[in-house]
T-cell receptor, first 115, second 115 residues
């Protein structure tokens, strides 16, 4: 069974540009989460999808971040326009059931560098 | 509020030594779940263990063992006879249903195992 995949693995962009990160969860997992780790800080929750619906987006830092989950499958996280403080590693995770506290399985992350 | 503290920023040991990674958590919820994840140099977060608040039994898996003590709000992780491949960042995390299943992570402990 394929794990959580994320694309790209690395992205380097200029301040003010737009970047879109993609996450493909484990097949059949209804729950999809985005987290991020900025340099030297803890991994922080951004948002949670249940199928195609946003269950909780309390961790989204501001309206420059837009997340979607088309048809309850893969998800995208767009940052527009990117700022320097957006640099970090963005992780996606998925878990199988709704609701619950099932184990979240993580992808390899996307390292975003904003110059 | 939910909080996880990993006071050890970095630990260095020589191969075959035993090492314990500390994790202290805070929550007012009576039902909660604790996790350990490993982040090897390749970057992905690898799930190691999940423990619920009603199960205080210690767990052993090969060279890994976990000591859960509600009285001290701790969930420590011990690696016996460490190996170079154990070198990684280890994260302790907490979630509760009342908190919406979001994972709250500690800052992580960098473990370096030298040959």
């Amino acid at each position: 069974e394929a794990g959580v995949t994320q694309f790209p693995s690395h992205s380097v962009i200029e301040k003010g540009q737009t970047v879109t990160l993609r996450c493909d969860p484990i097949s059949g997992h209804d729950n999809l989460y985005w987290y991020r780790r900025v340099m030297g800080k803890e991994i922080k929750f951004l948002l949670h999808f249940v199928k195609e619906s946003k269950q909780d987006e309390s961790g989204m830092p501001n309206n420059r971040f837009l997340a979607e989950r088309t048809g309850g499958t893969y998800s995208t996280l767009k940052v527009q326009p990117a700022e320097l403080e957006d640099s970090g590693v963005y992780f996606c995770a998925s878990s199988p059931r709704t609701p619950g506290t099932d184990t979240q399985y993580f992808g390899p992350g996307t390292r975003l560098t904003v110059l | 509020a939910q909080k996880v503290t990993q006071a050890q920023t970095e630990i260095s040991v020589v191969e075959k030594e035993d090492v314990t990674l500390d994790c202290v958590y805070e929550t007012r919820d009576t039902t909660y779940y604790l996790f350990w994840y490993k982040q090897p140099p390749s970057g992905e977060l690898v799930f190691l263990i999940r423990r619920n608040s009603f199960d205080e039994q210690n767990e052993i898996s090969g060279r890994y063992s976990w000591n859960f003590q509600k009285s001290t709000s701790s969930f420590n992780f011990t690696i016996t006879a460490s190996q170079v491949v154990d070198s990684a960042v280890y994260f302790c995390a907490l979630t509760t249903m009342e908190y919406g299943n979001k994972l709250v992570f500690g800052a992580g402990t960098i473990l370096r195992v030298k040959s």
